[in-house]
């Protein structure tokens, strides 16, 4: 009977050797593991704000008008629409600056208890946006589009036509913000900051003005030039960031 040969030095090498990669792999993933879990960190946030006084405006304005057919609502708004674009013109605000926002018509209906609706009439809306590059002439405007037959001005929002200035200022105070509170925590706690792991933004943004109501307008007296105040804009930058602390 031939016998096969056996080889007993090599099968406990083979052996071995894979017990060997096997328990290396964990080993090495533990110790990566440890040594993250015993990092401390400072997860921080904060934010920086400046004050900026603006230098744009935007207005949206329109006008509405009625009438028995839909050809005559669309034609009595087209024409008031020319003498508002006009007096646009003529307040010196260029095309590149006037945008067609809103353009409607709509059927008007009577109802009544027990009876169909009845229709008694059409009303068409034409609604702009304007921007207003010049505030010292923003009041003067908003005469010129009333008094040439807009009727309906949902507001006026102030911005920047460049926030970027305003923008670093606030990101370089909202970065001295979280190097003070990263130097508040390690006094309490009696570790240091020693590392800076890493910083993200959070946005930044430039709150609009409170719109002013058709109201204002329509109430004030006929000598009277509308006075509209800019105010300042308040421009703020969220950031968050992560520290590596060190005894």
Do not use: W
Not at 37 to 61: C, H, Q, W, Y
Not at 73 to 85: E, F, S, Y
Not at 207 to 213: D, E, L, Q, W, Y
């Amino acid at each position: 009977m031939t016998r096969t040969a056996r080889h007993p030095a090599i099968i406990p090498a083979l052996i071995g050797g894979a017990l060997l990669l096997g328990a290396a792999a964990p080993a090495l993933a533990q110790t990566d593991g440890d040594a993250a879990f015993k990092a401390t960190t400072f997860s921080l946030s904060a934010f920086g704000e400046t004050r900026v006084a603006p230098d744009m405006a935007t207005i949206t304005l329109g006008v509405e008008t009625s009438a028995a057919t839909a050809g005559e609502a669309l034609k009595a708004n087209g024409a008031r629409m020319n003498q508002v674009m006009a007096a646009l013109k003529k307040a010196g605000i260029a095309e590149r600056d006037i945008q067609t926002s809103n353009l409607n018509l709509n059927a008007q209906y009577a109802y009544e208890q027990n009876q169909p609706p009845k229709l008694t009439g059409y009303q068409a809306s034409n609604q702009v946006t304007i921007t207003v590059r010049d505030l010292t002439r923003l009041g003067a405007t908003v005469d010129a589009t009333v008094g040439a037959g807009a009727n309906t001005v949902n507001g006026i929002s102030f911005g920047l036509a460049n926030p970027q200035a305003a923008e670093d200022a606030a990101r370089l105070a909202a970065v001295k913000a979280l190097q003070a509170k990263a130097e508040l925590y390690g006094r309490a706690t009696g570790y240091k900051a020693v590392r800076l792991v890493n910083l993200s933004e959070g946005g930044g943004y430039a709150p609009v003005s409170p719109p002013v109501p058709m109201m204002a307008f329509a109430k004030r007296e006929a000598a009277d030039a509308t006075s509209v105040s800019a105010g300042e804009l308040k421009v703020r930058v969220d950031v968050n960031a992560v520290y590596e602390a060190a005894k």
